[in-house]
């Protein structure tokens, strides 16, 4: 049986958005679907239609993607959903193949997107472009080894201050970061900062603290407290969740994390997103006790191989050639030599033997420059015909700062 792809219509919207949240398992609400509405482009969402009824959402936002030395435009997928009624069917295939081609056909070279499970888009040419560690500390064990006292002050701000405030200092961050993307003022008010009592899982409202030193502003978390008490000790045992925390230098992140640290009334202290080479393990009298659970995080697709590979900088010059397989996005396979020279990438097409063969997924994983090649294949993920040209292509694509994307979405 086949089923009609189609852009969605807005009398139509709030049957997607209660299709997607079926299909996650989640009950919907009109606030629910207001906020999605907010934030979604009509001409980027998409239903697959079994007559007249929605069996498969998928939508995709416009995203200014951080890449090594620039910006990219990126289509940050989202909303995919099946219902179990139409599963194993073909339509996520389906319904993946058709984005994609919308995405190619706007000049968009790159995807990413937030898996919920880490065995699906693997088939559709994602790889694991930037991880992220969730990490969990007694409050006890927070001590830092440099004992220096704190300096500057911390602020708690209203949701209206929050607006006019942290937006430059996020700013400052992503510019060097590699897989964070620009967010415009609908982005911080409906998804960043929303705070909606349905959301917090009991949890407290969202806290926003604000660090500043010599009246410049360069720290922010924002934040919920679980409050909660053993009666039979008369102690609380709650914990503090840091949502997202930014700091524009070493010593703006250590006080902001001071802030987060003495927080009365908890005994934890857990965070979500956090980089992978997070400064906070090296800060730590008692690093041991900093938790810490390594997931996937960030997931990238090349959309456009010569749009990507020449609109990114290098680390190191150099040359290196390669074939890509890529049979969902078939314009992007072939032989190629990617030449660095000063810095800047040029993608030509590759004549005689090729250095590396590797999948569309490979490319998207190593692409942001926090997935080294040498461990693809070491996996067996990757094709060397010439020895050492995976630890050229390390060289080339390494980034100082390691990619990381602070939210979900």
Same mark, same amino acid.
């Given at each position: 049986?086949?089923?009609?792809?189609?852009?969605?219509?807005?009398?139509?919207?709030?049957?997607?958005?209660?299709?997607?949240?079926?299909?996650?398992?989640?009950?919907?609400?009109?606030?629910?679907?207001?906020?999605?509405?907010?934030?979604?482009?009509?001409?980027?969402?998409?239903?697959?239609?079994?007559?007249?009824?929605?069996?498969?959402?998928?939508?995709?936002?416009?995203?200014?993607?951080?890449?090594?030395?620039?910006?990219?435009?990126?289509?940050?997928?989202?909303?995919?959903?099946?219902?179990?009624?139409?599963?194993?069917?073909?339509?996520?295939?389906?319904?993946?193949?058709?984005?994609?081609?919308?995405?190619?056909?706007?000049?968009?070279?790159?995807?990413?997107?937030?898996?919920?499970?880490?065995?699906?888009?693997?088939?559709?040419?994602?790889?694991?472009?930037?991880?992220?560690?969730?990490?969990?500390?007694?409050?006890?064990?927070?001590?830092?080894?440099?004992?220096?006292?704190?300096?500057?002050?911390?602020?708690?701000?209203?949701?209206?201050?929050?607006?006019?405030?942290?937006?430059?200092?996020?700013?400052?961050?992503?510019?060097?970061?590699?897989?964070?993307?620009?967010?415009?003022?609908?982005?911080?008010?409906?998804?960043?900062?929303?705070?909606?009592?349905?959301?917090?899982?009991?949890?407290?409202?969202?806290?926003?603290?604000?660090?500043?030193?010599?009246?410049?502003?360069?720290?922010?978390?924002?934040?919920?407290?679980?409050?909660?008490?053993?009666?039979?000790?008369?102690?609380?045992?709650?914990?503090?969740?840091?949502?997202?925390?930014?700091?524009?230098?070493?010593?703006?992140?250590?006080?902001?994390?001071?802030?987060?640290?003495?927080?009365?009334?908890?005994?934890?202290?857990?965070?979500?997103?956090?980089?992978?080479?997070?400064?906070?393990?090296?800060?730590?009298?008692?690093?041991?006790?900093?938790?810490?659970?390594?997931?996937?995080?960030?997931?990238? +697709?090349?959309?456009?191989?010569?749009?990507?590979? #020449? !609109? @990114?900088?290098?680390? $190191?010059? /150099?040359? *290196?050639?390669?074939? &890509?397989?890529?049979?969902?996005?078939?314009?992007?396979?072939? +032989?190629?030599?990617?030449?660095?020279?000063?810095? #800047? !990438? @040029?993608?030509?097409? $590759?004549? /005689?033997? *090729?250095?590396?063969? &590797?999948?569309?997924?490979?490319?998207?994983?190593?692409?942001?420059?926090?997935?080294?090649?040498?461990?693809?294949?070491?996996?067996?993920?990757?094709?060397?015909?010439?020895?050492?040209?995976?630890?050229?292509?390390?060289?080339?694509?390494?980034?100082?700062?390691?990619?990381?994307?602070?939210?979900?979405?």
């Amino acid at each position: 049986m086949t089923y009609e792809i189609r852009p969605v219509s807005e009398e139509r919207f709030p049957d997607l958005v209660e299709v997607a949240e079926t299909a996650f398992g989640e009950e919907g609400s009109e606030e629910g679907t207001r906020r999605f509405r907010a934030v979604t482009d009509l001409d980027r969402t998409v239903a697959a239609f079994d007559g007249d009824d929605i069996v498969g959402t998928n939508s995709s936002f416009a995203f200014s993607l951080t890449v090594p030395g620039g910006e990219l435009p990126t289509a940050g997928v989202t909303l995919v959903g099946v219902p179990p009624t139409h599963r194993r069917r073909g339509i996520l295939r389906d319904m993946m193949r058709y984005q994609l081609e919308d995405v190619h056909k706007r000049g968009e070279p790159l995807a990413i997107l937030w898996a919920s499970e880490s065995n699906i888009y693997q088939r559709f040419g994602y790889g694991t472009a930037a991880r992220m560690a969730f990490i969990n500390i007694l409050k006890e064990r927070t001590a830092f080894l440099d004992s220096t006292p704190a300096v500057g002050q911390v602020k708690l701000l209203s949701p209206d201050d929050s607006l006019r405030a942290l937006p430059p200092i996020y700013d400052k961050v992503r510019a060097r970061t590699p897989g964070m993307y620009r967010r415009d003022e609908t982005w911080w008010t409906e998804h960043t900062l929303y705070d909606h009592k349905d959301i917090r899982e009991g949890m407290s409202p969202l806290f926003r603290a604000m660090w500043t030193h010599d009246d410049d502003a360069q720290a922010y978390a924002t934040y919920r407290v679980k409050s909660d008490w053993d009666d039979d000790e008369g102690a609380p045992t709650g914990y503090v969740m840091v949502r997202e925390l930014q700091a524009t230098s070493p010593l703006a992140l250590r006080e902001m994390w001071r802030y987060i640290f003495g927080i009365d009334l908890v005994t934890r202290i857990k965070a979500y997103g956090q980089p992978m080479d997070d400064p906070l393990f090296f800060m730590l009298a008692e690093p041991r006790r900093l938790q810490t659970q390594i997931e996937d995080g960030l997931w990238l +697709r090349v959309v456009d191989v010569r749009g990507a590979l #020449e !609109g @990114r900088s290098y680390s $190191a010059d /150099g040359q *290196v050639s390669f074939a &890509l397989r890529d049979d969902i996005c078939p314009w992007n396979q072939g +032989r190629y030599t990617l030449e660095v020279k000063s810095g #800047e !990438g @040029r993608l030509t097409e $590759a004549a /005689g033997d *090729v250095d590396l063969e &590797l999948s569309a997924r490979e490319l998207g994983a190593i692409y942001l420059g926090g997935t080294p090649l040498t461990s693809l294949l070491g996996a067996g993920r990757v094709v060397q015909n010439n020895p050492g040209a995976a630890r050229k292509v390390d060289l080339m694509f390494y980034s100082e700062v390691t990619p990381r994307c602070p939210e979900n979405f």
